[in-house]
Each structure stands twice: as structure tokens, then as C-alpha cells.
């Protein structure tokens, strides 16, 4: 994960909210998990909220300006010196650590009630490491605290071995589950699923992907190329372009709970 979080640093920071189109730092595309998170606080009791990989913090300063929030303890944990940079000058609380390997105690006092959340950082941990990640946060929680998590997932198989097969041809270790494949590992890392809903799609385009995957235009239009032959050119989450291509990626929101 270290590599890919240090290939990706020249669009960490400020640079980091104007990528795709703003998607990452706009208050009304994040409503439905800052109100799905907020709906949920009520409920949790918890003194200690913690964002996972919440990069630059926008996420905890949404949540901020609700009421609730008043008492509780807002942390943002990730493990990029660029995007925690960001994040302190806002006035939140950093804790620089991977999201696979921190304890409870980095982030607070440890028999506080805990809540998580985190978006968009699961796919991260590639296919092979999503349930050992899962594991890890569940060791970290106790029995009835909350995990709520908006991840890019795929109804439909061919959607997800789409996108899977463009981020390998960019040489990325990212990897997207299908909605089946996600709900397996969390029940498998002891996670009970309370809730799903949809979440805003993400258009990425190729000049987007390149400048955050460092690509050259022959990059582009060779992967172009080589998605249309494996895909086709027009799917209901990739097209080509004359220059390039776009993909889609499909979010949903899962609410979970530490059994």
C-alpha cells in the first residue's frame, strides 16, 4: 500500500480536491455518508470518531459542523505526511499510522466507545489483502461499535473484472470487489452488515487517471486499446474516447457492526 499511496503524493494535498472533478472534496456529493454517519453517531453513544485513511480530513470537517459533534473526539488517521499536512492546518486531530497495522490506543483513550468510518480506501488492500484489513479493524473494535464505509463494489461480475483489469494495465494493486465478495469478507472478519445503500458514482477520466498515475499519452491510448479488444468500447462503466477512455466506479455505503 506504501507504494501506491507514494505514487500518488503529487495529487495529495491541496492538489487533492481538485482531482475528479472535485468528487473527494464536495459537501453535497459526501451528504449521504456525512448524513448516514451522523444518523448512525446518534445512535452509537461513542466518544471517539476515527476517519480511516480520511486523507485530507474533509470528511471530519463536514461532520464537525453537525450539533453532535460537539463532545466528541475527531481523529484522522493516514499515512500520508502531504494529505495529514492538510488536514492539521484545518485544526483536526492527525495520527500518522496504516490503516492495517494501528491499535486503538494510537487514537484514543482505549475503553472510550469507538466509532469508524472510512471512504473509498478499501480497494487499496488489492483482492488478497481485503479480509486481512477487515480482521485487522474488527481486532481493533469491540463487540457493537460501528464500522461505516463507503467502498467502490459491483453488482454485476463483468463490472468489477473491468475496472479490475484497467487498474492493472495503469500497474495498480488496486482491486474492486463485487457487492457478494465485499459482504462475504466482512462476515468472515466478524462484521455484521446492518445496511446498504447507493452513494454517488465516481467518473474518472483518462486525463485524471494520468495525472494521478503518472501516465504518458502513449500509456493512455495503449491501455485505450487494449480494454476495448478485452471489453468492448462503449460498457455500462468504460468507454473509449477518440483520445482516451473513462471509467465509472459505483459506490455504496455499508453500515457494520463489530460482532
Wanted: include cysteine; charged fraction near 20%.
Amino acid at each position: 500500500m506504501n507504494k501506491q499511496i507514494n505514487r500518488e503524493e503529487s495529487v495529495h494535498g491541496e492538489e487533492w480536491g481538485k482531482l475528479h472533478g472535485g468528487y473527494f472534496s464536495d459537501p453535497a456529493i459526501a451528504l449521504p455518508f456525512v448524513e448516514k454517519a451522523r444518523e448512525l453517531l446518534i445512535e452509537s453513544h461513542a466518544d471517539v470518531v476515527v476517519d480511516l485513511g480520511g486523507g485530507t480530513g474533509f470528511l471530519l470537517s463536514q461532520l464537525a459542523r453537525q450539533e453532535l459533534c460537539g463532545g466528541l473526539a475527531l481523529v484522522n488517521l493516514d499515512c500520508s505526511y502531504v494529505q495529514l499536512a492538510s488536514a492539521c492546518k484545518a485544526g483536526i486531530r492527525c495520527v500518522r499510522a496504516l490503516v492495517t497495522d494501528f491499535r486503538r490506543s494510537d487514537v484514543g483513550p482505549e475503553n472510550k466507545r469507538f466509532f469508524y468510518m472510512m471512504r473509498s480506501v478499501l480497494h487499496y488492500f488489492g483482492g488478497a489483502g481485503l479480509l486481512s484489513v477487515l480482521l485487522h479493524l474488527h481486532s481493533q473494535a469491540r463487540k457493537g461499535e460501528i464500522f461505516v464505509h463507503q467502498t467502490a463494489s459491483f453488482e454485476d461480475k463483468g463490472d468489477a473484472a473491468c475496472l479490475n483489469a484497467l487498474y492493472r494495465h495503469m500497474n495498480s494493486d488496486k482491486w474492486y470487489p463485487t457487492v457478494c465478495e465485499l459482504e462475504s469478507s466482512m462476515t468472515k472478519a466478524g462484521w455484521h452488515l446492518t445496511d446498504m445503500s447507493a452513494a454517488p458514482a465516481l467518473l474518472l477520466t483518462s486525463d485524471d487517471l494520468a495525472r494521478r498515475y503518472a501516465l504518458q499519452m502513449a500509456d493512455v491510448m495503449r491501455i485505450r486499446n487494449v480494454m476495448a479488444q478485452e471489453f468492448g468500447g462503449q460498457t455500462s462503466v468504460f468507454g473509449v474516447l477518440p483520445n482516451g477512455f473513462w471509467a465509472k466506479l459505483l459506490y455504496r455505503i455499508y453500515t457494520c457492526v463489530a460482532a
